[in-house]
């Protein structure tokens, strides 16, 4: 089965400043979600990618897949209090054109100190 | 994306009881999927459930504790039957909606303990 291992698990950062959050795949990924997780609460979709190499952004959020399709990054440029969260990496386990159950990373905790 | 709402939001339940939990959707999807989070956990997912057929059950998740029902194609329930403090997580819903590509959406979350 297919293992999602994200990196750091935790990180406290100063407001304004960058950070990365890691989510390497044992196996080659059909897709990568993101996802971010206020602390008791539901899951906000922030991004999903599928090509090897493809990169999206939001406000100031990036996520990249790479090439082999194996890793993925998500980049927060210049960190503000609403950052805080957990977030967490998600991939289909295959191609089917439905029903595709999610395999979750073990989540990277985010604190963003004023 | 997907308006998508659980009740309850939270509960305190004590040991034995059962606990039904409802999953709403703003249209109609084919595939509801439930996952649970327990404390400090990532997620992980108990059952598929489609209308009109029996749900499917993960490694580890079965039927007698976790009945679900999904009456229509907006509407799903999962009960968590017989309840310990190791049943005390969030539960989730979550939808697939393809806009451009398809995708996850989920519920707030239920939060359960068991005491």
């Known amino acids: 089965s297919q293992e999602l291992e994200q990196s750091p698990q935790s990180l406290i950062v100063q407001e304004g400043k960058n950070l990365t959050i890691n989510c390497t795949s044992s196996?080659?990924?059909?897709?990568l979600y993101w996802y971010k997780q206020k602390y008791g609460e539901g899951l906000i979709f922030l991004m999903m990618?599928?090509?090897?190499?493809e990169e999206k952004s939001h406000e100031k959020i990036t996520a990249k897949l790479d090439e082999k399709k194996q890793q993925s990054s998500l980049h927060i440029t210049a960190s503000q209090p609403s950052h805080a969260g957990i977030y967490l990496c998600?991939?289909?386990?295959?191609?089917?054109?439905?029903?595709?159950?999610?395999?979750f990373g073990g989540g990277t905790r985010v604190l963003v100190k004023p | 994306s997907a308006v998508i709402s659980q009740k309850p939001s939270r509960d305190i339940c004590q040991r034995g009881t059962s606990l039904t939990i409802q999953c709403q959707v703003d249209?109609?999807?084919?595939?509801m999927f439930w996952y649970r989070q327990q404390p400090g956990q990532s997620l992980t997912l108990i059952a598929t459930?489609?209308?009109?057929?029996?749900?499917?059950?993960e490694s580890g998740f079965v039927i007698d504790k976790f009945p679900i029902s999904r009456p229509n194609l907006t509407f799903s329930t999962l009960t968590v039957s017989n309840m310990s403090p190791e049943d005390s997580s969030i539960y989730l819903c979550?939808?697939?909606?393809?806009?451009?590509?398809?995708?996850?959406?989920f519920g707030p979350g239920t939060r359960l303990l068991v005491l």
């Open positions: 979550s939808v697939e909606r393809e806009l451009n590509l398809k995708t996850q959406y």
């Open positions: 196996k080659t990924l059909y897709g």
């Open positions: 990618l599928q090509k090897g190499g």
């Open positions: 998600g991939a289909p386990e295959g191609v089917k054109a439905a029903g595709n159950k999610l395999t």
């Open positions: 249209s109609q999807v084919t595939m």
């Open positions: 459930a489609n209308q009109g057929s029996e749900a499917t059950y």
